[in-house]
């Protein structure tokens, strides 16, 4: 698998195209802030996976018949949201999705809550979305610890 290499201007530069930061973006960092301070860490992060796979449900992709246009059926949701983008590399061993852009914290509140919350969300909407057009329950989908700067890496193996 090639390296990513993912550098902060990349991640700015969908940052400045976002508009600014609504309502809704501050209650939604009340809400994880409440979430994964008010319980153990692992129930919150299986929580707010949990709200990811429901979001997905509610949301679901049309059948895509190659991975471009399941990249883009997932792009066109995230650009909804205006969540940011994401880009999706095949191997014969696993899929890896490339999150860039994701919204920014509220004001710079708990960046590194934030960032946890969202890619426990992102985890599973990514999961229900990838069984959804035919893939295996018993294959994980889980987010890359080492992830590169500016980047959220998730990986779709089995033997995760």
Known sequence: MQEHRYTQLEQEYYRHRQQAISGWQVLTQALF?????SSDDEDGRRFLNLV?????????LPFSRSLGEL????????????WGVLTIEASQQQLTLVHLAWPPSP???DDELWRVA???LLEGMYAEW???QGGHPTVPLR???NSAEGAFIFRYQNGL
């Open 33 to 37: 802030s409440g979430i994964l301070s």
């Open 118 to 120: 969202l890619i426990s």
């Open 130 to 132: 990838l069984l959804s």
């Open 143 to 145: 987010w890359v610890n």
């Open 71 to 82: 990249e883009d059926n997932m792009n066109a949701i995230l650009g909804r949201f205006d």
């Open 52 to 60: 990811g796979k429901n979001l997905a449900g509610q949301h679901p």
């Open 107 to 109: 004001q710079g509140q």
